[in-house]
Structures are given as structure tokens and as C-alpha cells.
């Protein structure tokens, strides 16, 4: 176990599994107190019981993101119950999809109110807190926004997602320098595709698996491939790092066959 979070508290959205659940896992191992947060409160529960049987600080509650209204009274009980936060991770996230030609506005609309008001309001309450606590005071408060490989290329049956994920990279953009002289470091984080519940049926179809032979090494990702990236952003190294989108994706954007 590292100690380079000793002393931070994180809040993880979407911790219920896939890549939140992992992200919870490291940060907790790195020395972070965590606060796992989904809508599946059982889930939540089940792997911050987990975390503490091995020693670590946690706390699980609900929070939809979906609903902006909830996430302020969510951030009030981890703070009374951890201390303030320095870290969060907007990690949750939905994947809208379908083809443009058959799109729904209710899709469209849960897509944008999970993945970009979601997490710009989730930032935005996070960052409040850290100038009040007096963590951006010691240049200590970091926003890691999950974005995607879709935020910078279009991938299959999926231009919502794309959508949403570029205006996830921009906002950390504008975040980043509004904040930058506060003290919070924004970056975002944009993996390439790892198997989880969000893209599990797609990979089962044709399409997925002649989308995976077209990636340069043939495979999905393992979570444990982000933990560099995902420790960089969320630690002290990011101190000067403001605005970026570190991508880490096996090299699945790259051009070209082979
Ligand atoms: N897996 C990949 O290949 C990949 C690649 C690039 C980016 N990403 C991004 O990584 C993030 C995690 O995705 P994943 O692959 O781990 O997918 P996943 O296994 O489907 O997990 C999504 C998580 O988001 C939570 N969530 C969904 N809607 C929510 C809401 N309204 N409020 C709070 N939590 C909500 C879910 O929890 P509840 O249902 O319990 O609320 C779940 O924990 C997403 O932002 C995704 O876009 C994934």
C-alpha cells in the first residue's frame, strides 16, 4: 500500500462497479479516506465494507448525479463523516446509446444530465467546498474528470456519448483555469475501452468484435492500466498540471492498421 493520499478525503461518483469501483479500490489503497457514491446504495455499501475490513477510512451513501439538487446534502454527510474533501473523481457515467437517426430526446436528455451537468455541478460543489475548507488554500483541492477516448474521436452507434464526452474535456479546460489560481488542479482522465457493464453487450455483437480487431493490440484494456494516470491527476504531481486530458487507451485512437 502507498501512502501519497494519506490525510485526503475523495469522493468517487458512480462507485458502484466498472472503473468508480476500481478507482475507489486505489485511491483507498494509496492512504485516501473514500466516499463511494451511485444510486445502488447496496453496491456501495458492499465494497466500502470491503474496503474497511482492510483498514481503510470509507463511507457509501446515495447519490444520483442525474439530480444536481442531491449532490450538495451528499457532499455535507461525507464531510461530516470523513472531513473536507480534496479529492473527487466524476466518474459516473452512461453510455446513450443508439444511431443518430433513431436517437430519442429522453436519451439524449439522461445522457447530458448524467454525464455533463452531472459532473459540471458535482465539480462545481466540490470546488465551493475546497475554498471554504481552506484545501485550495494549500493547493491541494483535485477535480479528475472522467471523460473518454470519445471525447477527442467518434466511436460506433455512440454520438451522444461523443457529445457529452467533449464537452466533459472542455469543461476541465474552463474549470481548470478559473480554478487554477484557487488552488484546485481540474485535469480529466480518458480511457480507451476496458470491459465493463457499459459497453459489455456491445462487445458480444458483430460490430464490437470487428472493432476490437481494428485496435492495435487486439484487446480491451485492464482498469488497472489507468492507476498512473488516475494517481497523477488525483496526487500531489498534478499541482501544475491544469486543463489536460491525459488519454491512456492501449493506443486504441490511433490511425493506421497493422
Ligand atoms: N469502460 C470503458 O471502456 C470506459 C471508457 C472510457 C470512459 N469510461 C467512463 O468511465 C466511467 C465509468 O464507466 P464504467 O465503464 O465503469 O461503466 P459502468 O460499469 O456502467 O459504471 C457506471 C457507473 O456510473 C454510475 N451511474 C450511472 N448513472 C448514474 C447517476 N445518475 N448517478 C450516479 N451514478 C450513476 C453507475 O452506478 P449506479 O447505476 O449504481 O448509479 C455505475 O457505478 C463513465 O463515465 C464512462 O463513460 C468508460
Not at 447530458?112 to 455541478?121: A, H, M, S, T
Request: glycine letters at 12%.
Amino acid at each position: 500500500m502507498g501512502a501519497s493520499l494519506q490525510g485526503q478525503v475523495a469522493v468517487i461518483t458512480g462507485a458502484s462497479g466498472g472503473l468508480g469501483a476500481h478507482f475507489a479500490t486505489v485511491l483507498a489503497r494509496e492512504g485516501a479516506a473514500v466516499a463511494l457514491t451511485a444510486r445502488r446504495l447496496e453496491m456501495v455499501e458492499a465494497l466500502a465494507g470491503e474496503l474497511a475490513g482492510q483498514g481503510h477510512q470509507t463511507m457509501a451513501l446515495r447519490l444520483d448525479v442525474g439530480d444536481p439538487a442531491a449532490i450538495g446534502p451528499a457532499f455535507d454527510e461525507i464531510e461530516a463523516g470523513l472531513g473536507p474533501i480534496s479529492i473527487l473523481i466524476n466518474n459516473a457515467g452512461v453510455s446513450g446509446a443508439g444511431m443518430a437517426l433513431e436517437m430519442t430526446r429522453e436519451t439524449f436528455d439522461q445522457t447530458f444530465d448524467v454525464n455533463v451537468r452531472g459532473v459540471y455541478f458535482a465539480a462545481q460543489e466540490a470546488a465551493k467546498r475546497m475554498i471554504a475548507s481552506g484545501v485550495a488554500d494549500r493547493e491541494a483541492g483535485r477535480i479528475v474528470n472522467i471523460a473518454s477516448v470519445a471525447s477527442v474521436t467518434n466511436l460506433p452507434g455512440l454520438s451522444v456519448y461523443c457529445a457529452s464526452k467533449a464537452a466533459v474535456a472542455m469543461m476541465t479546460k474552463a474549470m481548470a483555469r478559473e480554478w487554477a489560481r484557487r488552488g484546485i488542479a481540474v485535469n480529466a482522465l480518458g480511457p480507451g475501452y476496458v470491459l465493463t457493464d457499459i459497453n459489455a453487450d456491445w462487445f458480444e455483437t458483430e460490430g464490437g468484435a470487428a472493432q476490437l480487431k481494428r485496435f492495435p493490440k487486439r484487446r480491451l484494456m485492464d482498469a488497472s492500466d489507468l492507476d498512473a494516470a488516475l494517481l497523477m491527476l488525483a496526487g500531489p504531481a498534478a499541482k501544475a498540471i491544469a486543463g489536460q486530458l491525459i488519454l491512456v487507451d492501449d493506443g486504441q485512437t490511433l490511425p493506421g492498421g497493422g
